[in-house]
């Protein structure tokens, strides 16, 4: 295998081109910026001699496929290789429409990234030599026709069977919705359960079984590095939402064997018609932020009366800016204890108490 090799991971693009763009009041995404942000990220990774670049879903705003054209066509343009999977924008019905293309037609818009066998929406492939990486489908679809996260058992025993002979391999694996929880009780709470793979549990058991250590996931718009029993999750923020970062990634091998991966952090600090983007973008997520904090008290585990909500939710204006940041450590000394504790929670802190600052620049010791 080889023993060293630099890569960048860009997440959530939502590519809108202009005559695209459809606007929402609350919406937090800055479509906006989606295109010069990504030039701008693109062309400091030419400057990087990196090997790959991984894009884990939601390229699009919302399946357009004038959308999916202009980005296939840019990233043809490339001078390094780069994969993709799809996130639920851009598969966001089942049978293609005025807006969205279908399901199915995915791939064909990406065959030179990743999908060499485009009838399938998932593929495996050596992107260097010992180096594996698999990108999965994590968009389902129930009998009534709606959009759910969810590996399909086809798939599950397809990566079974994948991981069975790839034994001597180091394995990547890419996909849209996060697998291990970055939020406190995020497989069950209410808004932020979305987010996770519905069936995270028996994708996490094959992984460990074939001593799987890396997953790259989007979908939260968040930085954040977490672990579960030896499986990290790194999933990163998207690049039309505050703080725009994307993560350049460094695997080597030590003299006495031992496997690192270096992660370090950029953030596109401006675009030419958002010159003090940082700022305009963290007060658009701020402005748009009441109606989500209102509903977030009311609901497990706070459980707020509504009035109260709406008192408290002011004070947390820039709550999910600092989320979305990565390496946030909240306290909310003039709020309740109860709920003082529970903020407290949404912090990175490490199960020891203290706090632990890995979600943007860190070094991970694999083995």
């Not at 009441?290 to 939710?313: I, Y």
Request: charged share 15%; aromatic share 12%; hydrophobic share 40%.
């Amino acid at each position: 295998m080889i023993s060293n090799f630099r890569f960048a991971i860009v997440s959530d693009l939502h590519v809108a081109c202009p005559h695209t763009i459809w606007n929402h009041p609350n919406r937090f995404h800055l479509v906006e910026v989606s295109i010069p942000a990504l030039e701008s990220v693109l062309e400091h990774l030419t400057q990087l001699d990196i090997d790959f670049l991984l894009l884990p879903g939601d390229l699009t705003q919302h399946g357009e496929p004038d959308n999916h054209a202009w980005l296939q066509q840019r990233l043809a343009k490339l001078p390094f290789p780069t994969y993709v999977v799809p996130g639920n924008h851009d598969v966001p019905v089942l049978k293609g429409n005025q807006q969205s293309i279908a399901f199915a037609d995915f791939p064909y818009y990406y065959r030179k990234f990743g999908y060499s066998e485009p009838e399938k929406c998932y593929y495996s492939c050596q992107v260097l030599p010992g180096v594996r990486l698999i990108g999965l489908n994590s968009n389902s679809f129930n009998q009534r026709g709606e959009q759910i996260g969810r590996l399909d058992n086809e798939q599950l025993l397809w990566l079974e069977e994948v991981l069975a002979t790839a034994t001597d391999e180091l394995i990547l694996v890419m996909i849209h919705h996060n697998v291990v929880e970055h939020l406190p009780n995020q497989s069950h709470h209410a808004i932020a359960n979305r987010y996770m793979l519905d069936n995270a549990a028996e994708l996490l058991q094959v992984l460990r079984r074939y001593k799987v250590k890396l997953v790259f996931t989007g979908h939260l718009h968040v930085q954040d590095v977490a672990c579960s029993q030896g499986v990290y999750d790194i999933t990163t923020g998207s690049l039309v939402s505050y703080p725009h970062p994307y993560r350049v990634l460094e695997f080597h091998k030590d003299k006495y064997g031992r496997q690192w991966l270096q992660i370090v952090s950029y953030r596109v600090e401006s675009v030419p018609a958002f010159p003090n983007l940082q700022q305009t973008s963290r007060k658009w997520m701020g402005d748009r932020s009441f109606p989500f904090l209102v509903k977030f008290l009311t609901l497990p585990p706070f459980n707020l009366p509504l009035e109260e909500a709406q008192t408290l939710a002011p004070n947390l204006r820039d709550f999910w800016a600092n989320i979305a940041s990565g390496d946030a450590v909240f306290d909310y000394p003039h709020f309740p204890a109860q709920i003082r504790h529970f903020f407290q929670k949404y912090g990175a802190i490490a199960a020891c108490g203290t706090p632990s600052f890995i979600d943007n620049n860190s070094t991970l010791l694999l083995g």
